[in-house]
């Protein structure tokens, strides 16, 4: 297998794999949906009754929304996840109890008229805990509302719930093999103006394929080349894996850890094998 990443920022990924075939790229791609742990919100304690301000003015703890609907926004925000430090509550040493080895803590204290963000979550202890992306509308307070809670994060697998998937998009495709006949071309730019992807430029008296790789094979070129000049194939063995994470785990990080994942499995797996043997 070989492969060339061809994106790397902080939340995206764009891996060519090549000499291989769909089953292992699917296989990652499987196991950083369900396998990479992350923090998500788990439960919420809302205070109930009257609130006051500063100036004495009572707030009563309600919103337009359920609290449940509430608790379900919060779930899915992006806790910055460190997996080097932190573990499953069940599997950390305080035993289930929470301790900064397994548990965040925040506290929101909003009153209206305004409108919550993820930003107004504020962590209890290290600032770094602040949730990643700030403007994530929670929900919007009237006059006379507020909302008081505090909400725990804890980590899992997205095999248990969406919320503790690192992954917000991700997917794979063949790349394509595209080829113009410029013997035959007419050079009226038709590909040109109906590719969504801008694969074509024309220079001189030349279609070129300038972009193969941005081709998502939708055929659009093909069907509209009236002279049947362009041929545009999938090619099987060559597969482009993008993905992009909510921010709780970098893009690196989640695609080493999912390496790591799946090295373990099959370790585990060729150990169950080898005993057999004897
Ligand atoms: S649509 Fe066909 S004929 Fe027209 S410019 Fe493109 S390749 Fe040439
Ligand atoms: S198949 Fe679609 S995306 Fe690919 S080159 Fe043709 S028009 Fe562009
Ligand atoms: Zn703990």
Redesign the pocket.
């Known amino acids: 297998m070989n492969t060339e990443i061809q994106e790397m920022t902080a939340n995206r990924g764009r891996i060519v794999f090549s000499e291989t075939d769909a089953s292992i790229v699917n296989a990652i791609r499987r196991t950083m949906i369900a396998d990479v742990p992350k923090m998500a919100i788990e439960s919420v304690e809302y205070h109930m009754g009257a609130i006051m301000d500063d100036q004495g003015k009572e707030y009563e703890s309600v919103s337009p929304l359920f609290d449940e609907m509430i608790a379900h926004r919060l779930g899915m925000l992006p806790i910055p996840t460190d997996l080097d430090v932190l573990v499953p509550r069940e599997k950390c040493s305080c035993e289930g109890e929470g301790c900064p080895n397994c548990t965040i803590m925040y506290s929101i204290n909003k009153k209206g008229p305004c409108t919550v963000y993820s930003g107004d979550l504020e962590p209890l202890g290290d600032a770094k805990l602040r949730i990643k992306d700030d403007l994530v509308p929670i929900v919007k307070l009237k006059d006379g509302q507020a909302i008081l809670a505090y909400a725990t994060a804890q980590l899992s697998t997205g095999r248990e719930h969406a919320k503790y998937s690192p992954v917000c998009g991700i997917g794979y495709r063949y790349s394509?093999n595209?080829r113009i006949d410029s013997a035959r071309c007419d050079l009226d730019e038709a590909?040109i103006e109906?590719?969504?992807?801008?694969?074509?430029v024309r220079e001189g008296k030349k279609i070129v394929?300038k972009h193969?790789e941005?081709?998502?094979?939708?055929?659009?070129?093909?069907e509209?080349c009236e002279l049947d000049c362009?041929t545009?194939e999938e090619d099987r063995s060559r597969i482009i894996l993008k993905y992009e994470t909510d921010g709780a785990i970098g893009a690196k990080d989640l695609v080493i850890r999912s390496l790591k994942i799946l090295e373990e499995k099959f370790d585990g797996f060729r150990e169950m094998i080898s005993s057999l043997e004897g």
Do not use: H, S
Not at 194 to 200: A, G, R
Not at 214 to 222: E, I
């Open positions: 394509a595209i590909c109906v590719c969504p992807k801008d694969v074509f394929i193969p941005r081709c998502n094979l939708c055929m659009a070129c093909v509209r362009i545009v």
